[in-house]
């Protein structure tokens, strides 16, 4: 059976035409699947990096909310008192008192006001047991106003009988009041 040269022709013809439409409809098949392919893996990593965000989010908001409150703590201790600061001389001579410290003394240094909080430096003297003074420094550290130590200083008695004497320099924090100065 021998195949007739037109048949022949026609065959490759018709292969021809079906590898060329094959061809065409297989290589856009092949672009499109490979485009479709490197958006979602862009949208899997877009996806990914929204994932991370939120989680850093929800840090990053436990965090605020815990320098929120160390703010309203600070707005509190720092808040506009009729008390003067003369009173608060007052109760940190009274703490000393309670706390069995002897020898006492209390100054006024400078005051200073920076962005609408005012600070005045007292100078403190005192002498008792350590376990005085931690105690006293405890009951100043609970204070109502916001007072922090910008020098504290320990020395021993000159006969080491367990006795300290307490030198710091203490800065009372207020908001300077508005009306002041008008």
């Known amino acids: 059976m021998r195949i007739d040269r037109q048949q022949l022709v026609i065959g490759l013809l018709a292969l021809a035409v079906i590898a060329g439409f094959g061809a065409v409809g297989y290589y856009p098949l092949i672009h499109?699947?490979?485009?479709?392919?490197?958006?979602?893996?862009?949208r899997r990593q877009y996806m990914e990096k929204t994932d991370?965000?939120?989680?850093?989010?929800?840090?990053?908001?436990?965090?605020?909310?815990?320098?929120?409150?160390?703010?309203?703590?600070y707005n509190r201790r720092i808040s506009i008192n009729?008390?003067?600061?003369?009173?608060?001389?007052?109760?940190?001579?009274?703490?000393?008192k309670t706390h069995g410290l002897q020898d006492q003394?209390?100054?006024?240094?400078?005051?200073?006001?920076?962005?609408?909080?005012?600070?005045?430096?007292?100078?403190?003297e005192c002498t008792g047991s350590l376990p005085q003074m931690f105690a006293f420094l405890q009951a100043l550290d609970r204070f109502e106003r916001l007072i922090r130590f910008r020098k504290l200083e320990l020395q021993n008695d000159?006969?080491?009988?367990?006795?300290?004497?307490?030198?710091a320099d203490a800065r009372v924090y207020c908001q300077a009041d508005p009306l002041v100065g008008r």
Do not use: Y
């Open 82 to 96: 009729s008390q003067d600061v003369s009173e608060v001389w007052g109760q940190i001579a009274d703490e000393m």
């Open 52 to 73: 991370d965000l939120v989680v850093q989010l929800a840090t990053i908001q436990a965090r605020l909310e815990q320098l929120e409150e160390v703010e309203r703590e």
């Open 158 to 167: 000159e006969e080491f009988s367990g006795r300290l004497k307490l030198i």
């Open 32 to 42: 499109k699947t490979h485009r479709i392919n490197r958006i979602v893996e862009q």
């Open 105 to 124: 003394v209390i100054q006024p240094r400078e005051q200073t006001e920076t962005n609408g909080v005012q600070c005045n430096t007292i100078s403190l």
